[in-house]
């Protein structure tokens, strides 16, 4: 008899990972599939339903619970470093890193030495999982990108397998939803030209104008958010509260083109109100606290951060040094900012902050406090190198 060969599949319950299960026996000859589902905030029927799918696919399921990981390691550390890549504000890329830890702790409990993704050859997340993958000595396997599968063969053989499938032709969208933000894709939405149909979103109402306005004040300690209007509060309720408050005024609603790694551009819908909102109040406070030469410093951390977590790169020693960094100089993120909310935007309309470097003193309009002549000295050398040139030249 062959010994028994097993694979821990990193799956999600969407149609691509399903059909993974069936192909790792038939086209792979694994004799046990063990699954790892991850909730990092994805809606429960989605969880539920890929829960109940697993057990019927699979040899073996786990369904872990990393929500309170995912808002502690990743989306905290996010917010302190203005998480942004080309405007996106990186759902799908800073859930990835976790899944896949997950899917490698699994296998190292059951000594299981093969893992397995069911990303495509063409997108970012294969190098995401396969970047935590491959930081083990495990096999990696990768049906969909190895078979090169078309999805209407994939729709067929998940019908044959019994596997009722969750896309339709009316309803053709890609969905990625987490805690953080809810990815539209596919269908008509590939050419960029096309105006997204109301209809993809799940999230955000239309933005209107005839909404009155609702202000929310959010408190920030060394740079995390912490309560909304004077409420102390976890994140994964804080995060899901603003997600519904701003969804009700269409905040946060991206539409772009975004440079895959793979160097692919890619027409990008997403929608995440939280995240547009705690990202604007945060960065407004960093205004009011931090050092105009921590500012542009900081700027270009944040930067280099964005790029490494869009690229799934967390094992990088660049990414500990920038945290490093980055939780060095939220020690002073501490107040609160109020936002206003009103037709699809998310406004600061005040900050305060015991640790401000803000002095209503010595800005006011009405201050004697500095003397204004002492300026006269500094205007002078102001520009002076751009004067000696004109004289140079005249
Ligand atoms: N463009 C997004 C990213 O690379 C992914 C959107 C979700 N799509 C997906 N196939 N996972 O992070």
Same mark, same amino acid.
């Given at each position: ?74 989306? +905290? ?116 030209? +096309? ?200």
């Amino acid at each position: 008899m062959n010994p028994v060969s097993e694979v821990v599949l990193a799956y999600s319950g969407g149609l691509d990972t399903s059909v993974c299960i069936p192909l790792l026996r038939e086209r792979y000859g694994f004799n046990r599939v063990v699954t790892v589902l991850v909730d990092v905030g994805q809606p429960r029927s989605d969880i539920e339903r890929g829960n109940l799918r697993a057990k019927q696919l699979a040899d073996e399921h786990y369904a872990i619970d990393a929500r309170e990981e995912f808002v502690r390691d990743y989306l +905290f550390p996010l917010i302190k470093a203005n998480g942004s890549y080309e405007g996106y504000v990186l759902g799908t890329a800073i859930a990835r890193p976790l899944i896949a830890a997950k899917a490698v702790e699994v296998a190292m409990k059951k000594g299981i030495d093969t893992l397995a993704h069911g990303c495509t050859g063409r997108g970012n997340d294969q190098l995401r999982f396969e970047a935590v993958f491959r930081c083990t000595s495990c096999r990696v396997i990768a049906p969909m990108r190895d078979l090169d599968l078309a999805r209407e063969w994939e729709i067929e053989y998940a019908r044959e397998h019994g596997i009722d499938v969750p896309v339709t032709k009316e309803r053709p969208w890609s969905i990625d939803e987490n805690l953080w933000s809810r990815s539209i894709e596919g269908g008509r939405l590939e050419d960029p030209f +096309f105006e997204p149909p109301e209809e993809i979103y799940g999230w955000t109402k239309s933005p209107d104008a005839s909404r009155p306005a609702q202000v929310v004040e959010i408190g920030f300690e060394r740079g995390v958010p912490v309560s909304l209007d004077g409420v102390r509060m976890g994140g994964i309720d804080l995060i899901a509260r603003l997600n519904q408050m701003g969804g009700e005024h269409g905040v946060g609603r991206t539409d772009m083109v975004e440079d895959r790694v793979l160097g692919l551009k890619a027409r990008e819908n997403y929608e995440h109100p939280a995240a547009t909102i705690l990202l604007t109040a945060h960065e407004d406070l960093e205004h009011l606290v931090l050092s105009r030469a921590e500012l542009r410093f900081k700027a270009i951390v944040d930067d280099a951060w964005s790029e490494l977590a869009y690229m799934g790169l967390v094992e990088d020693p660049l990414y500990a040094d920038l945290n490093s960094f980055v939780d060095k100089s939220q020690e002073r993120v501490n107040g609160s900012v109020r936002m206003k909310l009103y037709a699809g935007c998310a406004i600061p309309v005040g900050r305060q902050s015991p640790d401000a470097l803000y002095s209503q003193e010595m800005v006011s309009f009405d201050s004697q406090t500095l003397s204004q002549r002492d300026a006269e000295g500094f205007a002078k050398y102001h520009g002076f190198q751009a004067r000696l040139l004109r004289r140079r030249c005249s």
